[in-house]
């Protein structure tokens, strides 16, 4: 069994500074790639950043230059700073990690249960 516990969402105004974090906690044999999705009402889940356990980076195009997402892979930990944040940041974030739980290689994607995020003044 594997849990993904986030904290770090709230209220934040126009032009502020979020960090967000997420915890791995249980079976862990293994941590592949780590990032963030988010989530606003009636759109599709979106890829916001993610991390290879070698510390290679994606972001969303319009996150590039804003978002920085780190990882601390003896801690199992992943965090997601954000910085000048708009309006249009809002939506729930969700926390995933690509796991394998033991020492068959079977990977599988866990999800933390989110935390929302409002930007607004």
């Known amino acids: 069994q594997v849990q993904l516990v986030e904290s770090g969402g709230g209220l934040v105004q126009p032009g502020g500074s979020l960090r967000l974090s997420c915890a791995a906690s249980?079976?862990?044999?293994?941590?592949?790639?780590m990032g963030w999705y988010r989530q606003t009402p009636g759109n599709k889940r979106e890829l916001v950043a993610e991390?290879?356990?070698?510390?290679?980076?994606t972001y969303l195009d319009s996150a590039k230059g804003r978002f920085t997402i780190s990882r601390d892979n003896v801690k199992n930990t992943v965090s997601l700073q954000i910085h000048s944040l708009k309006p249009e940041d809002t939506a729930v974030y969700y926390c995933?990690?690509?796991?394998?739980?033991?020492?068959?290689?079977?990977?599988?994607?866990?999800w933390g249960q989110g935390t929302q995020v409002t930007v607004s003044s």
């Open positions: 995933f990690a690509n796991v394998r739980a033991s020492i068959i290689p079977i990977w599988v994607d866990y």
């Open positions: 991390i290879t356990r070698g510390g290679d980076t």
């Open positions: 249980g079976s862990l044999f293994s941590i592949g790639s």
